[in-house]
């Protein structure tokens, strides 16, 4: 490995990355974010995920940071030959193209293991080996496989999560198998295959609904629809129209709810002693409530709530949590140079380490920006 220069958990590991799109480069991200040195391989022109419109557009900067730019065309001797050379140079080697193109470029694990036994080689694909293994996948494709879709929408109505969550989630496995099998490399100095996917990682989110269908027969209810454990556990619609989550999870919070309300009222009635009697009446409960939270204001509600130690949450719009003052108090977004020069705000991992929030370290690489930097140590003694 190469020598200690940031003091980061995996300062010293050297990574080459053959990604695109969010899934892979989510890995390197993280990896990046913790210390590593991420070398990104694009193709001539950049990675396509540079200029993505729509929704699109924020991929390559916000899970792209802390990491350096090559240019190499693999599609050709030279290119492959680089690339191969570089390979040899690094501890770990992440990519996430379709099934079966990293072994026509010889680029797979079989192959390069027999070259490089200390290499840790992260696979992220749409399944892990399987009937499915050789499907090309989405995220949209395996939220609808995997019963996430289903869990999300209405009856009938199968709705994608409102973001990348497999994506994002396999690339956090991917990470994770990583820390693993610098371990065990530790233990017995050679690397090895992780491989991580979409459709797993989707079932593991649907897997608390499987054993509950395991252990009551009956099928688990979209959430829209689902029998909640819980009587107050919802969104009211307050003065103005603004809107307001509160959840009273337990009978005390319940009591403390209808006080802050000024409906001490209700907690009173035996028909709504206890949880399991309220969520048996529940819907009429939640009308009641609905009347009287109409005339609350959302702002003056919050104090009362936050005060009286009772869940609540206003419905909050991606955009709002650029200036969301817990997150800017506590370095959760931070300014980042970008690749045209200009200043964005980036969302930094959800980790604290020792009191440390590892963050941004350079600007977003330009294509190719580093290629000269890291082709001169072709001819250069290892350090690792």
């Given at each position: 490995?190469?020598?200690?220069?940031?003091?980061?958990?995996?300062?010293?590991?050297?990574?080459?990355?053959?990604?695109?799109?969010?899934?892979?480069?989510?890995?390197?991200m993280i990896l990046a974010d913790l210390g590593a040195e991420v070398i990104k391989i694009e193709p001539p022109g950049g990675d396509k995920t540079r200029r993505l419109p729509?929704?699109?557009?924020?991929?390559?900067?916000?899970?792209?940071?802390?990491?350096?730019?090559?240019?190499?065309?693999?599609?050709?001797?030279?290119?492959?030959?680089?690339?191969?050379?570089?390979?040899?140079?690094?501890?770990?080697?992440?990519?996430?193209?379709?099934?079966?193109?990293?072994?026509?470029?010889?680029?797979?694990?079989?192959?390069?293991?027999?070259?490089?036994?200390?290499?840790?080689?992260?696979?992220?694909?749409?399944?892990?080996?399987?009937?499915?293994?050789?499907?090309?996948?989405?995220?949209?494709?395996?939220?609808?496989?995997?019963?996430?879709?289903?869990?999300?929408?209405?009856?009938?109505?199968?709705?994608?999560?409102?973001?990348?969550?497999?994506?994002?989630?396999?690339?956090?496995?991917?990470?994770?198998?990583?820390?693993?099998?610098?371990?065990?490399?530790?233990?017995?100095?050679?690397?090895?295959?992780?491989?991580?996917?979409?459709?797993?990682?989707?079932?593991?989110?649907?897997?608390?609904?499987?054993?509950?269908?395991?252990?009551?027969?009956?099928?688990?209810?979209?959430?829209?629809?689902?029998?909640?454990?819980?009587?107050?556990?919802?969104?009211?619609?307050?003065?103005?129209?603004?809107?307001?989550?509160?959840?009273?999870?337990?009978?005390?919070?319940?009591?403390?709810?209808?006080?802050?309300?000024?409906?001490?009222?209700?907690?009173?009635?035996?028909?709504?002693?206890?949880?399991?009697?309220?969520?048996?009446?529940?819907?009429?409960?939640?009308?009641?409530?609905?009347?009287?939270?109409?005339?609350?204001?959302?702002?003056?509600?919050?104090?009362?709530?936050?005060?009286?130690?009772?869940?609540?949450?206003?419905?909050?719009?991606?955009?709002?949590?650029?200036?969301?003052?817990?997150?800017?108090?506590?370095?959760?977004?931070?300014?980042?140079?970008?690749?045209?020069?200009?200043?964005?705000?980036?969302?930094?991992?959800?980790?604290?380490?020792?009191?440390?929030?590892?963050?941004?370290?350079?600007?977003?690489?330009?294509?190719?920006?580093?290629?000269?930097?890291?082709?001169?140590?072709?001819?250069?003694?290892?350090?690792?």
């Amino acid at each position: 490995m190469s020598q200690s220069t940031t003091g980061l958990p995996l300062d010293g590991v050297r990574i080459i990355e053959f990604t695109h799109m969010i899934m892979g480069p989510t890995c390197g991200m993280i990896l990046a974010d913790l210390g590593a040195e991420v070398i990104k391989i694009e193709p001539p022109g950049g990675d396509k995920t540079r200029r993505l419109p729509g929704l699109g557009i924020g991929f390559f900067r916000s899970f792209n940071r802390n990491k350096k730019s090559v240019v190499l065309d693999i599609h050709t001797p030279d290119g492959l030959a680089t690339a191969l050379q570089l390979i040899g140079q690094c501890d770990v080697m992440l990519e996430n193209f379709r099934p079966g193109m990293m072994a026509s470029l010889g680029l797979d694990y079989a192959t390069l293991s027999k070259h490089f036994p200390k290499l840790i080689y992260v696979s992220h694909k749409g399944f892990l080996p399987g009937p499915y293994e050789n499907r090309l996948a989405l995220d949209e494709v395996v939220q609808m496989m995997g019963g996430l879709s289903y869990m999300t929408g209405p009856p009938g109505r199968p709705l994608r999560a409102g973001t990348s969550v497999n994506d994002i989630m396999g690339g956090m496995f991917g990470a994770i198998g990583v820390f693993a099998a610098l371990r065990e490399r530790d233990r017995t100095g050679l690397g090895q295959e992780v491989q991580s996917a979409l459709f797993e990682n989707c079932v593991f989110l649907a897997a608390q609904h499987m054993q509950q269908f395991s252990m009551t027969g009956e099928p688990p209810p979209p959430m829209p629809s689902r029998v909640s454990a819980w009587s107050v556990y919802d969104v009211f619609t307050l003065a103005d129209n603004q809107q307001l989550f509160i959840g009273a999870v337990s009978d005390k919070q319940f009591t403390t709810l209808c006080r802050v309300i000024g409906a001490p009222g209700l907690a009173d009635e035996p028909a709504l002693s206890t949880n399991a009697k309220r969520v048996a009446v529940r819907p009429e409960l939640i009308r009641r409530l609905g009347e009287i939270l109409r005339d609350h204001r959302a702002d003056e509600l919050s104090v009362k709530l936050e005060a009286a130690g009772i869940p609540y949450a206003p419905i909050v719009r991606p955009e709002q949590l650029i200036d969301d003052p817990h997150l800017r108090a506590s370095g959760g977004v931070v300014p980042m140079q970008t690749d045209e020069g200009g200043m964005t705000d980036v969302v930094l991992l959800p980790l604290v380490l020792g009191g440390r929030r590892p963050g941004v370290r350079q600007p977003l690489a330009r294509v190719g920006e580093h290629t000269q930097e890291i082709l001169a140590r072709l001819t250069q003694p290892l350090s690792n």
